[in-house]
């Protein structure tokens, strides 16, 4: 599933290189939509004077005006996720009430992560009607060799075991991963469930159902005795 309203965002760093990394970040995540990127931290000010914005992408160490100045001279209070090449400012963060605190060069699921915790606050502050959790579509990353894919949950149909490795059945392709189910398990959003020692579907795809298989995606899977209560639930 992928929401209907999104997280407005800028944001604000002297560097391009990091503003280039921001920018590709925020357009793979499908609930973040970015309003401006701004290397001056004074043109990004007078922006939020105009605009709504619901979220900030700050770095901390700036000329002119550091990123905690910038926050002290808010008129209204942003979430914000502080990023910094600078650990030392970690406590600085908390006592602004950042949402996250990102340590550049900022991997991007350690980006995914801040971004989640974002959406949470930002559901909660605007009353916003969200499916559950479970099913929202979210952003993992897969390992395939020396390949790391980036896919929607909501595009994936099932995983199935192949000996010590993994084929993550999607639209159009498959994923091969050296990975466990256990570890697939945790990667994959609630409404993933396993139904064989050999087969994890996703619920959202299931076409026809019977006591003994499923269908997904056109693929007839087996639904184990041991497993039977997780796609009865």
Request: glycine fraction near 4%; charged fraction near 25%.
């Amino acid at each position: 599933m992928i929401l209907e309203s999104k997280i407005k965002c800028i944001a604000v760093d002297d560097e391009p290189m990091a503003l280039e990394v921001l920018d590709e970040y925020i357009q793979k995540v499908p609930y973040l939509e970015k309003a401006g990127l701004f290397n001056d931290a004074l043109q990004a000010l007078d922006y939020l004077r105009k605009h709504e914005i619901d979220l900030i992408f700050l770095d901390i160490q700036m000329p002119d005006l550091t990123g905690i100045q910038f926050l002290e001279m808010l008129e209204e209070k942003k979430l914000t996720i502080l990023t910094t090449a600078y650990s030392d400012y970690a406590l600085q963060s908390y006592d602004f009430d950042a949402v996250d605190y990102l340590l550049k060069p900022i991997a991007f699921d350690r980006f995914l992560k801040a971004a989640q915790k974002a959406l949470k606050l930002w559901s909660a502050k605007t009353n916003f009607s969200l499916q559950p959790e479970e099913e929202i579509d979210q952003l993992i990353q897969i390992k395939s060799g020396h390949a790391l894919h980036c896919v929607h949950t909501e595009d994936l149909f099932f995983v199935e075991g192949n000996g010590n490795y993994l084929n993550f059945h999607l639209k159009g392709k498959k994923i091969l991963s050296l990975m466990k189910m256990d570890e697939a398990l945790q990667l994959l959003p609630n409404h993933f469930r396993r139904i064989h020692k050999s087969f994890i579907i996703n619920l959202n795809h299931i076409t026809i159902k019977s006591s003994n298989q499923v269908t997904v995606a056109g693929q007839k899977l087996p639904i184990s005795k041991t497993y039977k209560i997780n796609i009865s639930l």
